[in-house]
C-alpha cells in the first residue's frame, strides 16, 4: 500500500513525506524530483525551455509508472499533481491519498524568501494568494484532508500518522448465544498485535483472498506462517472447497483454542465461517473484510453460507466471527465498480432504516471514491448499525432479520442464472429496484423513489437492467432460502410501515415489475 500526499505549495509534501517514510519504514519518491532525474533539469528549467503543457505531460508519465510499479512508497506530488483527474484516478488506485491544507497567507510566510516557482515569482504575494484561491475548490473535492496551521513539519508528520493508524472505534454485536467485536482500526496489518496476541501458543491459521495476499504479502506472511490462499470468486463457497480446508487444518493439526483468521470479501468470510463452525464443533474466528460489501454487511450477523447444486448460500450455519477487524486501508485495492458493488448494501441499509445514510452516500459519493477515511468509516458504520439492530432481536431469521434480504429475492436469482458471472451488489442493485417496482405497483412507494435509487446506482457506474430469461428467473426466485411450504415471502418497502413482507405476490405482477430490469435473453 502506498499513502499519496497532496497540497499547495509550502504544505511541506517532500520534508513530510520524507519523515513519514522514515517513520513507517516505507520509501519515499517525489514526483518532482523523478521528473528532474528523467530530464536531467529542475522544474523551473524545464518550464522555462518547454513550457507548462509539456511539464504536465511528463508528470502524467511518472504517475503512470508509479501506478504500475509503486509498492509500500510515500509519494510526494506536485501542487497541481492531483488536481488533474487522470493522475488522481490512476493513484487513487494504489494507495490512501492525504491532502495537506494551510492558510494562504501562512503558506506564503514560509515560502516566500526560499523559493522560485514555475507559477509564482518569489516577490508576487497576490499572484500566490490567486492561485490558491483558484486551487482551493479542487482541493475540497480531495480525501483526507490536514490542516497544518501553526504546526512544524515533525507535528505535521505525526498527525498523519495519527491519522494513519486511528482506531476510531469499537462495540459488540450479540447474535443469539454468540458476541462479535467490532474494531474499526486503519492501516491494520502493520499492527498485529492488534489481530492477535503475538506470544500466544496458540495456533493461528489464515484463509485469504489470493489477490489480496498479494498486494498485502509483506505484511501478511510476517504475521501468519501458516497460511491457506482461495479465489475470492463465488464458485469458492463450495463443499469441495470446504473440504480441502478441513484436510489442510488437521494436516497442520488444528486443535480446539486454535484461532482461523480469514482475509477477504464476502466469499471468504461465508467460506470460513462455516469452516471454523464445523471443525472440531466449532474454533474461534476472527473476520478481517477486504471489500465493502463484506464491510457494511456480510462480516456481520453470523450468517454464513455455501452454494450447492447453482442454489445460492443453500448449506450453511449461524455462527458470527468472534472478531471483526474494519480497516478502511484493505479498500484502496479495490477498482470503482467493486467498490461501487459494496455501497449498495449501504443503500440497502439505507433504505430499511437510516434514509440519512442515503443523503450521505449521494452527496459524497466521489470522496467515497477517493476512500476519504472519515466518510467512508461513517458509511460503514451506520450501515452495520441497521444491520445490528435487526440481528440482535432476531439473531436467527425468524422473520425481522428477514428485512436485510431487501433486493436479494431477484439478486440471488440473477446470481445463478448467471453462474455466479454478475457480482453481488450489482445484482443487488436491480434487485432493489425491482422490489421498489412491485411496491410502486402495490401502491405503497412512490415511483419517486425508485427514480432516486436507480439514478444513484447508475451515477456510481453500475448496471440498473441485465439481460435474462424471466421464466427461469421466476423459477429460481421460488428455490431461494426464504421460499417455505406456503409461498415465498417477498421482502418490499412500504414508505408508510418501512420493510413488510408481502407472500404469494402474483406471479403476472412479478414478471411485468421485470420488465423495469430485465431485457429478455431470447437465445434462452
Not at 522544474?43 to 510499479?69: A, M, N, P, W
Not at 475470492?232 to 480441502?244: I, P, V, Y
Not at 432504516?353 to 468509516?377: H, K
Not at 411450504?485 to 412479478?510: T, W, Y
Amino acid at each position: 500500500m502506498n499513502i499519496i500526499l497532496t497540497g499547495f505549495m509550502g504544505t511541506g509534501k517532500t520534508t513530510i513525506g520524507q519523515l513519514l517514510a522514515e517513520k513507517l519504514s516505507m520509501i519515499h519518491l517525489d514526483t518532482d524530483e523523478l521528473i528532474e532525474k528523467s530530464q536531467g533539469l529542475s522544474v523551473s528549467e524545464i518550464f522555462d525551455k518547454y513550457g507548462e503543457h509539456y511539464f504536465r505531460q511528463l508528470e502524467t508519465e511518472v504517475i503512470k509508472k508509479l501506478e504500475e510499479c509503486a509498492e509500500n512508497c510515500v509519494i510526494s506530488t506536485g501542487g497541481k499533481t492531483l488536481l488533474i483527474k487522470k493522475n488522481l484516478d490512476l493513484l487513487s488506485k494504489k494507495g490512501i491519498i492525504i491532502t495537506l491544507k494551510g492558510d494562504p497567507e501562512l503558506l506564503w510566510e514560509r515560502v516566500k524568501n526560499n523559493f522560485f516557482r514555475p507559477l509564482v515569482n518569489h516577490s508576487d504575494k497576490e499572484k500566490f494568494i490567486e492561485l490558491y484561491r483558484k486551487r482551493e475548490p479542487l482541493y475540497e473535492q480531495l480525501p483526507n484532508k490536514i490542516k497544518i496551521d501553526n504546526l512544524n513539519e515533525v507535528e505535521v508528520t505525526q498527525k498523519v500518522i495519527e491519522i494513519l493508524k486511528a482506531e476510531t472505534r469499537q462495540f459488540e454485536v450479540k447474535v443469539g448465544e454468540r458476541k462479535s467485536l467490532v474494531i474499526f482500526k486503519r492501516f491494520l496489518l502493520s499492527s498485529p498485535e492488534k489481530i492477535i496476541c503475538l506470544d500466544s501458543e496458540r495456533k493461528i491459521f489464515l484463509v485469504c483472498d489470493k489477490k489480496v495476499f498479494q498486494v498485502n504479502k509483506k505484511y501478511l506472511e510476517k504475521i501468519f506462517p501458516l497460511y491457506y490462499l482461495v479465489s475470492g470468486k463465488d464458485r469458492s463457497k463450495s463443499l469441495g472447497q470446504a473440504e480441502k480446508i478441513w484436510g489442510w487444518l488437521i494436516d497442520h493439526k488444528v486443535k480446539r483454542d486454535s484461532i482461523l483468521v480469514s482475509v477477504g470479501g464476502g466469499v471468504i468470510g461465508d467460506l470460513c465461517g462455516f469452516i471454523s463452525s464445523t471443525i472440531l464443533r466449532g474454533i474461534k474466528h476472527y473476520h478481517i473484510p477486504s471489500t465493502l460489501l463484506a464491510m457494511v454487511d456480510s462480516s456481520l450477523g453470523g450468517k454464513n453460507g455455501l452454494n450447492f447444486r447453482s442454489v445460492k448460500n443453500v448449506i450453511g450455519t449461524f455462527y458470527p466471527a468472534d472478531k471483526v477487524f474494519i480497516d478502511p486501508f484493505l479498500l484502496h485495492s479495490l477498482d470503482k465498480k467493486e467498490l461501487a458493488s459494496g455501497l449498495v448494501e449501504a443503500i440497502k441499509a439505507g433504505l430499511i432504516g437510516d434514509w440519512q445514510l442515503l443523503d450521505l452516500i449521494e452527496e459524497r459519493t466521489e470522496l467515497i471514491r477517493r476512500l476519504d477515511l472519515e466518510t467512508i468509516e461513517e458509511v460503514i458504520y451506520r450501515a452495520i448499525q441497521v444491520k445490528k439492530k435487526i440481528v440482535e432481536e432476531d439473531p436467527y431469521e425468524i422473520g425481522l432479520r428477514k428485512k436485510l434480504n431487501l433486493g436479494h429475492t431477484l439478486a440471488h436469482a440473477l446470481e445463478s442464472f448467471h453462474r455466479y458471472k454478475i457480482s453481488h451488489g450489482e445484482a443487488v442493485g436491480i434487485g432493489l429496484i425491482y422490489s421498489l417496482k412491485i411496491s410502486e405497483r402495490l401502491g405503497l412507494c412512490s415511483p419517486e423513489l425508485g427514480v432516486r435509487v436507480r439514478a444513484l446506482l447508475e451515477n456510481l457506474g453500475l448496471r440498473t437492467q441485465i439481460e435474462g430469461d424471466k421464466k427461469n428467473l421466476i423459477n429460481y426466485m421460488r428455490m431461494d432460502k426464504k421460499a417455505t411450504e406456503k409461498g415465498l415471502d417477498f421482502v418490499i418497502l412500504s414508505e408508510a410501515e418501512g420493510v413488510i413482507f408481502k407472500r404469494n405476490i402474483p406471479e403476472e405482477l412479478m414478471v411485468e415489475a421485470m420488465e423495469e430490469v430485465i431485457i429478455e435473453n431470447i437465445g434462452n
